[in-house]
């Protein structure tokens, strides 16, 4: 994209304000909110109904790995991309078929969990999981499209304000899947001492019914005017076979990755006897067996292409060209200066924000206060903050939005530290959620506006998918292993660990902001 995202001087607050009313940042809005429904579904929701059937709190944690769909959404970003979808793709476009398709998985993926109990047997611990991973790779498939349509349906100067709606559309459906979940099964008659499935049950359907509202925007918006540009270069066959390589390398990634499950766990005895530290021998045997699992769906899809059952220039056009692109652009250093600073800035809050609600309970706050709190309250922060990082972005610049986001992200954690010595004290709590919601909505409002003007219009959907992946993966692969460091380390420790992570990103920050110029991009 030949973007700037300085400030522009003509600009003013009241041309700013006004931006929010256009019709593309209300589209924004609705998708938003049908993008941030399904993600509670997965973490915080799902932890909480797992915590009161009686699932230990380190089986919980690991349940948000079921959203490493988002982590490695790049590696399918090429076939939402570029494969046309049978019928659909005529009848509504290339943007709105490919949401169409998402969101009816979104939707049977979590009637498919309602209608599990977790309390019942571990079985049914193996079939949530795998519901779980399907609402997952649905929701991250979505975002791949939604992600897309926003940076193609307006200029660049237009994605701080974009990203800030999009960002409230989020979080509204973060807070109707969380704090509306909760409430509701809480109505339906489950609580922390009494846990009853059916009231769960009946929560989820009602969540599932409510991604209706991202199904209507599609079908009442228009395709965006640069994906109506984009024209197939392939024929049917082709794409099939171009489909069948990507299934083909995910049944090896996923052949790989659980058929070692007897092996990993003995690495991981043997090591953590060794070390005498068994996070610590988790987190590497685990990191190993992903590497493991990623190199060999990466030599199938290597030798495929080879064999000439699939086209090389689909993958070329699919993998490496987006890649190379970017890498042109910017040249070697500055792009892995780029790629450092995607796959840290969120390192933070991610880590902590996959055991917060299980720490508001620990601590003693009951349903309705989490509900109130830090959902209810907590939405209106995160509207604020977004709404002044996207105001505050299109005036004074990506960069420097960028460095006072990751400051307040981090600085913010400490409160949390204060709230576990404090124990559970309301007015903290209040405290601690109004500056962690604030610092979260400026840090992402110019994140988004940040990853936006990194892409090339040729490859939006495949490279902004490859920034949110990156983005995403290291934090939510040591999210995983949160509940353990808690039980290791306690609360307070756990919090500093949180805080010093995210120093780091400052520097980097600062480093993009000498050798960066968002002109450039293009």
């Given at each position: 994209?030949?973007?700037d995202t300085r400030p522009h001087p003509q600009s003013s607050w009241i041309q700013s304000i006004k ?504």
């Amino acid at each position: 994209m030949n973007n700037d995202t300085r400030p522009h001087p003509q600009s003013s607050w009241i041309q700013s304000i006004k931006t929010f009313l256009d019709p593309r940042n209300v589209t924004m809005l609705f998708l938003g909110f049908s993008a941030g429904l399904p993600i509670l579904m997965i973490f915080s929701s799902l932890s909480l109904w797992l915590r009161e059937a009686g699932v230990e709190r380190s089986a919980v944690t690991f349940f948000s790995w079921a959203a490493l769909g988002y982590s490695f959404k790049f590696v399918w970003a090429p076939l939402v991309d570029k494969l046309p979808i049978p019928v659909l793709t005529k009848l509504v476009g290339r943007r709105r078929s490919w949401l169409l398709l998402s969101q009816f998985f979104i939707i049977a993926a979590i009637c498919w969990m309602a209608m599990v109990d977790p309390a019942t047997s571990s079985n049914s611990l193996v079939v949530m999981a795998i519901a779980a991973v399907m609402l997952g790779f649905s929701s991250a498939t979505q975002d791949i499209v939604i992600d897309a349509y926003r940076i193609e349906s307006a200029e660049s100067k237009l994605q701080g304000i974009l990203s800030a709606t999009y960002i409230a559309g989020y979080r509204v459906g973060m807070l109707v899947s969380g704090a509306g979940a909760l409430a509701l099964a809480q109505y339906f008659g489950s609580t922390q001492d009494s846990y009853r499935y059916e009231a769960w049950k009946y929560s989820y359907l009602l969540m599932a019914a409510c991604m209706l509202v991202g199904v209507l925007t599609v079908l009442i918006r228009p395709e965006p005017k640069a994906s109506q540009r984009l024209k197939d270069n392939h024929s049917a066959m082709d794409y099939a076979r171009f489909l069948g390589l990507f299934l083909v390398t995910a049944v090896v990634f996923v052949g790989v990755f659980f058929l070692s499950s007897d092996i990993v766990a003995t690495l991981k005895l043997s090591l953590g006897e060794l070390l005498n530290n068994g996070p610590l021998a988790g987190f590497i045997i685990g990191s190993l067996r992903l590497a493991t699992a990623v190199t060999a769906a990466a030599g199938i899809t290597v030798a495929l292409g080879k064999s000439g059952l699939v086209k090389t220039d689909m993958i070329k056009e699919g993998y490496i060209d987006p890649a190379k692109n970017f890498f042109e652009r910017y040249g070697k250093n500055l792009a892995l200066l780029l790629l450092c600073l995607v796959g840290l800035y969120r390192i933070s809050d991610i880590v902590l924000g996959v055991i917060s609600n299980v720490f508001y309970q620990d601590l003693g706050f009951s349903k309705y206060q989490i509900t109130t709190v830090v959902k209810t309250f907590g939405l209106g922060m995160t509207l604020l903050g977004g709404f002044l990082g996207g105001t505050l972005t299109t005036r004074f610049g990506v960069i420097r939005m960028l460095w006072w986001g990751a400051l307040l992200s981090a600085v913010t954690n400490l409160l949390f530290w204060v709230l576990a010595k404090l124990g559970a004290n309301l007015a903290m709590l209040y405290v601690v959620i109004s500056a962690d919601n604030l610092a979260a909505g400026v840090a992402s409002a110019a994140f988004i506006a940040f990853l936006s003007s990194l892409t090339d219009v040729s490859f939006t959907a495949v490279q902004y998918a490859i920034f949110s992946s990156l983005m995403t993966l290291l934090p939510k692969i040591l999210g995983g292993y949160s509940g353990t460091f808690v039980e290791a380390l306690g609360y307070p420790h756990f919090f500093l660990f949180t805080t010093a992570i995210g120093i780091p990103v400052l520097w980097i920050v600062h480093l993009c902001g000498k050798r960066f110029n968002l002109k450039q991009t293009g």
